[in-house]
């Protein structure tokens, strides 16, 4: 149950990236945001490396797993690029619930592409966020 834990802190800082990011890019070009954005998170998960000691593991890391961290950091890095100009140029409270549509977008995804369920509370879910999604942006 510790995952939850996690999860609701991953909503709440998410939600402050949002309003931090919105009132720091006044003014700011969103690709030099986002730079600015990227080397303290860098910098902050490289301490973590070392704090908890698990530098030593990046020799135990796969050719495959190398291929799909970076494809990942690829599609992360695009995220950011598109949201923080998103935010700039729109409202937070339109431009956050459309990038929240990744939540229905991952659930299809994660059928798709990695064969997990696909249940009726996800599909009635992932209608109420895209109806919902659709209410706070019209």
Known sequence: MIWFVYAVLSAVFAALTSILAKIGIEGVNSNLATAIR???VLVMAWGMVFITG???GITDISK???IFIILSGLATGASWLCYYRA???GDASKVVPIDK?????TLILAFVCLHEQFTVKSAIGSVLITIGTLVMVL
């Open 64 to 66: 495959k797993s190398w």
């Open 38 to 40: 990227t080397v303290v």
């Open 101 to 105: 549509m990744s939540v229905v977008l």
């Open 54 to 56: 698990t530098q030593n």
């Open 87 to 89: 935010l700039q140029l």
